[in-house]
């Protein structure tokens, strides 16, 4: 049984491993669900023969694409259209009420996973501005899996998923079908740049966010890091521009400088 084959030991140095990678540190409670998720490449008919062989080759860098996989494997990237409705509607009212004509509009959807909420904020903009101002508008979503990114960037959705998170306006506005798939429209891929980049490494960005959705990630990290991320993206928002962590996360025992409003939305004053 697999359970057997990955020792304690061997546990703790994935674990290293990953936390060197993502800064994601894996509980020893979590030793199950990492065996469910490495069990396609680790065994006699798959890619490593054993957790060993698949160790050593993270380690020894004998291909970046195993170190992709790993990643790919561990990391959680559950989301859906409009999940936590709520920071939609603060969307919303910021396109209506907040924002003021300028010449630029930048929302980062970090950790954007499957692209659903670069996808959700887009349709919110498109809904909300006049196409004077969706020319204005860039969306960038970046995640540290290789395998997420490439469905965001289809925008290729299973249907019978999806149907039930998206009103049928919504989807008559801004998707098409294709078998058995709804596709994003051209139109909303187009405001959209989905990017690899790891939310501990440096930033490339040059020019400042209006809003950061950072929703759904940080609790998978420890204070500390939570710390760290939430500072290093401070100065990448505009004054008066706002962060928007997930619901169930919070910032409790983290020092930052933004003013805390409520539903999880932070405003750099
Ligand atoms: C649960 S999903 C959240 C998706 C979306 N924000 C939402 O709220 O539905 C968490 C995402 O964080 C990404 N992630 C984890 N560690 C990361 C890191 N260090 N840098 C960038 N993305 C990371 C994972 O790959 C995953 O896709």
Redesign the pocket.
């Known amino acids: 049984m697999q359970e057997e084959i990955l020792s304690d030991r061997l546990f703790n140095k994935f674990s290293d491993f990953f936390f060197n990678?993502?800064?994601?540190r894996l509980k020893n409670y979590k030793k199950y669900l990492i065996i469910n998720r490495l069990a396609k490449f680790v065994g006699a008919d798959n890619e490593f023969k054993n957790y060993e062989d698949l160790y050593k080759a993270l380690i020894n860098g004998d291909s970046q694409e195993s170190v992709y996989k790993f990643?790919?494997a561990i990391?959680?990237?559950?989301?859906?259209f409009f999940?936590?409705k709520i920071h939609f509607d603060f969307l919303s009212h910021y396109f209506k009420n907040i924002y003021k004509d300028s010449n630029s509009i930048r929302i980062w959807?970090?950790?954007?996973?499957?692209g659903?909420?670069a996808y959700s904020i887009a349709i919110t903009a498109c809904d909300c501005l006049p196409n004077t101002q969706i020319n204005k508008l860039k969306i960038l979503g970046?995640?540290?899996?290789t395998n997420?990114l490439n469905t965001a960037i289809e925008g290729s959705y299973d249907y019978d998923k999806i149907e039930k998170q998206l009103d049928s306006r919504i989807i008559k506005n801004y998707f098409h079908k294709k078998d058995k798939f709804l596709i994003a429209n051209d139109s909303l891929k187009s405001l959209i740049n989905f990017r690899y980049?790891?939310?501990?490494?440096n930033y490339p960005f040059t020019k400042e966010f209006d809003i950061v959705?950072?929703?759904?990630?940080l609790?998978?990290?420890d204070n500390k890091e939570k710390e760290y991320?939430i500072n290093k993206i401070y100065p990448y928002i505009k004054q008066g521009g706002y962060l928007i962590i997930?619901l169930s996360e919070s910032t409790v025992g983290i020092k930052h400088n933004f003013k805390s409003l409520k539903y999880s939305i932070y405003k750099k004053e």
């Open positions: 990678k993502t800064g994601i990643i790919n990391t959680t990237n559950f989301s859906f999940r936590e959807s970090a950790a954007c996973s499957t659903q909420e970046t995640d540290i899996s997420v980049l790891n939310l501990m490494s959705f950072l929703r759904n990630v609790i998978y990290f991320i997930g």
